[in-house]
């Protein structure tokens, strides 16, 4: 529309969802992502807002104008675009009223008498314009574009300073997405304000929302017509003065709280079933957990009822997932996975084909694909969205995809150097660590679980040293191990008590050739003492010398697998980038303003992370769960991740360098690139990792530069430091009492506290993730359970295993029906969605008004970028073997960008799945 001259034109973005008309509501979804075609839906009204209530956000645009003179009132408009997105019901707009206020900064003058809103009075206090409504929904009701430009027009006083909120008030019958506000037209320039939130209803919450400028404010520094407004959105965010602060959250609510892992069991189903609280107990500590407030359960009075997948579960609601995480989780691969296909192909698998024959039937799965009887074949077209990996053909097939690791070369992963190369570059690259001191030792209680010493001895190893003694390799810095002994040795006797379930304590020693690679030179398998003090059962494999005794070596090598993808899952995947995250989290919605320039620089490696880890607790880590179905620890795996978490989980020594020191893979040494040396040269994890951290670290230390010039302003920025606080006290009240909690006092400090958060929601996650199907996808080369331990010579197994070597090797691991449950499993994990958004990368390019910040985020993009070259040009160079050969996998995991799907690479700026 036109404005008079000299005008403020302000443009706002949002999605808006409408009325029922006679008990229904119509949809009208725009066209899809993936397809070109439009369809429509119509359901009851009930179903449409529970449906609703349960999908995610939808991202959408609008715009709003306002004319203002220096001379007195003027008359103004505000327009809204909508996006509408693909699965997104566009709802018909009738009789629609959304009312918006304009909130402008003063130095505490007077206010117009027309100002009707209660915030207004008081000295100082937020000047406002008029309320004003929106215009032309009905008239735009069928508009099926990506945004639509919706008006309204408002008085604003002339003496009206810069821009600092926007009060909306929604009085439809339905929530709308409002993404961001953009006003023109000021001395100041264009003011933005990002908002990306769902806007209630006023039947839901009658209080106005606010949304603040992009401009950001330290605590201290906030014009006074905000501040009030800043305490009271954070207060919001807390619960604090809701109606209900006890009771069970709403899904519509936005309240952030702390609770513990009390609902991974269901008490109610039977004891069986029944888990324990992992948090508040000296037992089994754990991080804390965003609160449901959901009832108790009736036979367990602590442990919270549990709501089933797919009924929606508490997060704030903005955040949700949006479109395209939605389509790939909530509407499309999981559930189809947990509710349609593995119980139709468990019912279609006869039990006498349970166990593979041969390795024939496992190659079987990625060449012929899995024959399911034709009814159950109908029902899976029908029901399941992986129509990718299903065959449509006269036998009715279901085909997997051929994992990475199996594609270059078939028998890779036989090879006791690519085994070796995997604890490098594979998919659990940080449990690799340097041997200081021979023989290994336990530092468990010998009262309990027996002598330290590891039975491995010189005698086992000297003929693998390439002439070198022990002792000179360890001066040479040339052993290496992989150490599972102390995390698993607790709990072995409940893990092999479990049916199909057996497992080890393993320790594997490395020796790092001339070359520049590992081999595995001996495997110590154990197994805790029958009583107290006692000797424990112990063997030790070395590198086979006949045929017997390389069946027996794959065994072990087995058994090291399935320790280090249990650890690899439940700690390093798990508990270090989901759980341990989720508290600063919390912490940051609930203790820093939307306006704070650290809230800015975390918003987007917080993305999606909530939602994901509520969704965890429902289908993944929940008592009978995925992971409790597909790993050796069974029902004892969320305790392992406690143990973990007691034992081994510091936040100081979660930075990469500070890591590769403590496993003694590097040493500090100022000369170098990096200020360490790899000991490891070729340590495709480290060397790239190297790459973005200190790309972090550049981009963390400059942007803190610009608002913390001395520690005194750290020091007394008190939403800072309550945020720090709270999740250390509260968030990881567990361990809050622990000296090495880093300090933070110093501009150095907080960056370093910054660049470890953000190194572990970005780089850190995607390492352990996205290669779980490419490279664990093949279930003989990383089993992630094993159902039998390794015979010995007069065992009456020994003589099946000699009669029948692949088919007794195959019946160790996991049986078909486990197989294939989890292949499917890990090829949702492993997959990015279409919206993904990637380090470096912000799609809202207004999410600060500061330019030095800005051009900071860019040279940090650019940064980015280069590393990425760099290490494409890693991967293509011949003298790296662990990452270049042949049948040999580049390593790609840390390289930045990716496409949508299974792509082996990829880091998403947060931990979206």
């Known amino acids: 529309m036109a404005h008079p001259a000299g005008g403020c034109v302000a443009s706002l973005n949002c999605m808006l969802l409408a009325v029922a008309q006679f008990g229904s509501i119509f949809f009208s979804p725009p066209r899809p992502f993936f397809h070109s075609t439009r369809r429509s839906f119509t359901f009851m009204e009930t179903r449409a807002r529970r449906e609703y209530s349960s999908w995610c956000a939808l991202t959408s645009g609008a715009s709003v104008s306002e004319s203002s003179s220096p001379n007195g009132p003027s008359r103004g408009a505000v327009s809204l675009d909508l996006i509408s997105a693909k699965s997104r019901r566009l709802y018909r707009l009738l009789g629609v009223e959304t009312e918006m206020e304009r909130i402008l900064l003063t130095p505490g003058g007077e206010h117009s008498p027309d100002d009707r809103n209660e915030l207004v009075a008081g000295k100082g206090g937020p000047k406002k314009s008029r309320r004003s409504a929106l215009v032309g929904w009905f008239e735009k009701k069928d508009v099926k574009a990506e945004r639509v430009v919706y008006t309204a027009d408002f008085t604003v006083d002339g003496c009206f300073g810069e821009p600092g909120a926007v009060t909306v008030l929604n009085r439809h019958q339905r929530e709308f997405f409002i993404e961001s506000i953009v006003v023109e037209g000021f001395p100041s320039g264009p003011a933005h304000f990002t908002c990306n939130s769902w806007v209630q ?117 903005d955040e949700e997932f949006e479109e395209g995480k939605n389509e790939m989780l909530s509407e499309g691969a999981l559930k189809a996975l947990l509710h349609n296909f593995m119980p139709l192909l468990v019912s279609s698998v006869s039990p006498d084909i349970r166990d593979f ?99 491995i001895t010189e005698e086992h190893i000297i003929g693998q040293l390439d002439g070198m003694s022990v002792r000179q390799a360890l001066q040479d810095n040339r052993l290496y191990m992989l150490d599972y ?217 400059a942007y ?39 300090r933070l006092s110093t501009p150095g400090d907080l960056a370093s506290l910054l660049t470890t958060l953000l190194w572990l929601t970005s780089a850190q996650h995607a390492a352990l993730n996205f290669g779980q199907y490419p490279l664990g996808g093949y279930i003989p080369n990383r089993p992630p359970l094993m159902r039998r331990l390794v015979p010995a010579d007069g065992d009456p197994e020994y003589a099946h295993l000699v009669a029948d070597p692949h088919r007794f090797f195959l019946s160790a691991l996991p049986s078909l029906t486990q197989t294939t449950t989890f292949m499917t499993v890990i090829d949702t994990l492993s997959t990015h969605s279409a919206d993904e958004q990637y380090l470096g990368e912000r799609p809202d390019e207004a999410w600060t008004a500061d330019p030095a910040a800005l051009a900071a985020a860019r040279e940090f993009a650019d940064e980015v970028r280069r590393a990425e070259e760099e290490i494409d040009r890693r991967n293509a160079d011949t003298g790296r073997r662990n990452r270049c050969g042949a049948g040999v996998l580049p390593y790609e995991l840390m390289a930045p960008t990716s496409g949508p799907g299974i792509t082996c690479r990829g880091i998403p700026n947060s931990v979206t799945i």
């Open 704 to 742: 803190v530069a610009m608002y913390y010039p001395s520690d005194q302003a750290v020091q007394g920025d008190t939403e800072l430091q309550s945020w720090y606080r709270e999740a250390v006290q509260t968030g990881h009240a567990d361990k809050r009492g622990a000296p090495w909690w880093p």
């Open 201 to 317: 209803p006023t039947r839901v919450d009658r209080n106005p929302r606010v949304f603040f400028t992009n401009k950001p404010y330290l605590p201290a520094e906030t014009p006074p017509g905000l501040q009030e407004l800043r305490r009271q959105e954070l207060s919001d965010l807390r619960g604090e003065g809701g109606a209900d602060t006890t009771g069970e959250r709403r899904i519509t609510d936005r309240v952030w709280e702390y609770d513990v892992y009390n609902d991974l069991g269901n008490p109610d189903k039977g004891a069986e079933f029944a888990r324990p609280i992992l948090g508040g107990e000296q037992q089994l500590p754990y991080p804390r957990r965003m609160r449901t407030g959901r009832p108790k359960t009736f036979t367990d009075d602590r442990a919270e009822s549990r709501v089933e997948y797919p009924e929606p579960i508490y997060v704030s609601r």
């Open 357 to 455: 024959a041969g390795f024939h039937d496992v190659d079987n799965l990625f060449k012929e694909g899995l024959r399911l009887k034709q009814a159950l074949q109908d029902q899976l077209f029908q029901k399941i969205p992986f129509v990718r990996k299903i065959q449509e053909n006269s036998e009715g097939l279901l085909r997997y995809d051929t994992p990475d690791i199996i594609k270059k070369d078939k028998f890779a992963w036989l090879r006791d150097d690519e085994f070796a190369r995997q604890a490098l570059a594979g998919i659990n690259p940080v449990n690799i660590e340097r041997l200081q001191a021979f023989p290994p030792m336990s530092k468990l209680d010998p009262a309990v679980y027996g002598p330290p010493e590891s039975a």
């Open 485 to 701: 002994h102390d995390i698993f040795l607790p709990f072995l006797d409940r893990i092999n008590a479990q049916d199909g379930r057996k497992a080890y304590g393993t320790r594997t020693l490395f020796f790092l050739t001339a070359a520049g690679t590992l081999k595995p030179i001996a495997i110590e398998l154990c197994l805790p003492p029958m009583t107290d003090g006692c000797a424990r059962a112990k063997r030790v494999f070395t590198p086979p010398a006949d045929a017997t005794s390389n069946w027996l070596w794959q065994l072990a090598k087995a058994h090291v697998c399935s320790n280090d993808a249990g650890v690899h899952q439940l700690i390093n995947h798990w508990l270090r980038t989901h759980a341990c995250m989720e508290p600063f989290i919390i912490s940051a919605h609930r203790q820093l303003s939307a306006m704070h320039p650290i809230f800015k620089l975390l918003k987007p490696h917080m993305r999606y992370t909530l939602k994901i880890n509520a969704l965890a607790r429902q289908i993944l880590i929940n008592g009978d769960g995925v992971i409790e179905s597909g790993f050796t620890p069974g029902r004892y795996c969320m305790e392992m991740s406690s143990f973990a978490y007691q034992e081994l989980w510091r936040l100081d020594q979660e930075g990469l360098p500070a890591d590769l020191i403590r496993r003694g893979m590097a040493v500090e040494d100022p000369t170098q690139p990096h200020g360490l040396r790899l000991l490891i040269e070729d340590y495709p994890y480290a060397t790239d990792g190297l790459l973005l951290w200190d790309a972090i670290t550049r981009w963390c230390d």
